[in-house]
Nanobody
Framework: QVQLVESGGGTVQPGGSLSLSCAGSGNIFRTYTMGWYRHAPGKQRELVAV???????NYADSVKGRFTISRDNAKPTVYLQMNSLKPEDTAVYYC???????????????WGQGTQVTVSS
């Protein structure tokens, strides 16, 4: 079994910072693109940031310059450093990873359980 376990999140005042991490475990043979998505009440789930296995990154326009995605391929773990947080960043954040396990021939999309980020004064 492959699992993605998230940690971090919580409540912070506007302008503050939070860090999220997401660790993969189980029968992982190789991890490809990893990323973070978020789902706010009344809105559709949206991409926040992704990072390829080669280190290329892509960010939503709304978070560029404020959020930084990174990864450790050896673990494998993906991180999201969030600075200058705004109330509109409030959402449940989900990590995602394209993983080929040792027991499947195909690459499968896996999701974390989600972690709440609340930005409020």
């Amino acid at each position: 079994q492959v699992q993605l376990v998230e940690s971090g999140g919580g409540t912070v005042q506007p302008g503050g910072s939070l860090s999220l991490s997401c660790a993969g475990s189980g029968n992982i043979f190789r991890t490809y693109t990893m990323g973070w998505y978020r789902h706010a009440p009344g809105k559709q789930r949206e991409l926040v940031a992704v990072v390829t296995s080669g280190g290329s990154t892509n960010y939503a326009d709304s978070v560029k310059g404020r959020f930084t995605i990174s990864r450790d391929n050896a673990k494998p773990t993906v991180y999201l450093q969030m600075n200058s947080l705004k109330p509109e960043d409030t959402a449940v954040y989900y990590c995602n990873a394209e993983i080929k396990s040792t027991v499947q021939a195909t690459v499968v999309d896996y999701w974390g359980q989600g972690t709440q980020v609340t930005v409020s004064s």
